[in-house]
C-alpha cells in the first residue's frame, strides 16, 4: 500500500503585510504602544521633513590645499552655492524632487528630497580670495589653496 502524498499549497508571501497590520492598530499614545505609534509615525515622514539633508563630505589637506568633497547625487550644479563669510564656508542647496506624489501602493522611499548646509570654518593660512570649486558627476569639490608657511627666522640680539 503507497502513503498518499502530502498536499502542499502555494502563497503569495507580502513582506508588507504586517506593516500595513500595525498602521491601522490605534493604540493609545502611552507605553509600547505610542512608541511603536510614533516609529510608524515617522517612517512615513520624510527624512528630509524634520533632519533636512546632510550630504556626506570629505575633508583633504595636501602641501598646496585643502580640499572638500560634497556627495550630491541628484543634485543640479545651478541647485548649488558656495558662500565665505568671515572665515566660514558655507555649501548649501537643493535636492528637488521632479517626482509626482501618488498615495498609491508605496511601501517604502528612501530617497531624501530638501534643502541642505554645511559650514566649515577655514584655518588662519586659508587663502579665502583663491577658493575654487567645481561640480562633476554629482560631486562638489571647493579647493582652499593655502598660503606658504613663513620660515622662521633668527631675530639678533642687540646689547
Known amino acids: 500500500m503507497g502513503e498518499k502524498e502530502p498536499k502542499t499549497s502555494v502563497a503569495a508571501w507580502n513582506p508588507f503585510a504586517e506593516l500595513d497590520a500595525l498602521r491601522e492598530w490605534r493604540p493609545s499614545e502611552g507605553g509600547l504602544g505610542g512608541r511603536i505609534s510614533?516609529?510608524?509615525?515617522?517612517?512615513?515622514?520624510p527624512a528630509s521633513a524634520e533632519r533636512g539633508l546632510r550630504p556626506?563630505?570629505?575633508?583633504?589637506?595636501?602641501?598646496?590645499?585643502?580640499?572638500?568633497?560634497?556627495?550630491l547625487p541628484g543634485v543640479k550644479k545651478e541647485d548649488v552655492g558656495v558662500e565665505l563669510e568671515n572665515g566660514v564656508l558655507t555649501i548649501h542647496g537643493e535636492k528637488k524632487s521632479e517626482r509626482e506624489e501618488k498615495k498609491g501602493?508605496?511601501?517604502?522611499?528612501?530617497?531624501?528630497?530638501?534643502?541642505?548646509?554645511?559650514?566649515?570654518?577655514?584655518?588662519?593660512?586659508?587663502?579665502?580670495?583663491?577658493?575654487?570649486?567645481?561640480?562633476?558627476?554629482?560631486?562638489?569639490?571647493?579647493?582652499?589653496?593655502?598660503?606658504?608657511?613663513?620660515?622662521?627666522?633668527?631675530?639678533?640680539?642687540?646689547?
Do not use: C, H
Open 38 to 45: 510614533r516609529l510608524l509615525r515617522d517612517l512615513d515622514m
Open 56 to 71: 556626506a563630505v570629505d575633508v583633504d589637506e595636501n602641501d598646496k590645499a585643502y580640499v572638500v568633497s560634497v556627495e
Open 105 to 159: 501602493k508605496r511601501r517604502w522611499v528612501e530617497r531624501t528630497f530638501g534643502s541642505f548646509q554645511r559650514s566649515f570654518t577655514l584655518p588662519a593660512n586659508a587663502l579665502a580670495e583663491r577658493i575654487e570649486a567645481s561640480f562633476r558627476d554629482g560631486i562638489l569639490t571647493v579647493t582652499v589653496p593655502k598660503s606658504e608657511v613663513p620660515k622662521p627666522q633668527t631675530i639678533a640680539i642687540k646689547a
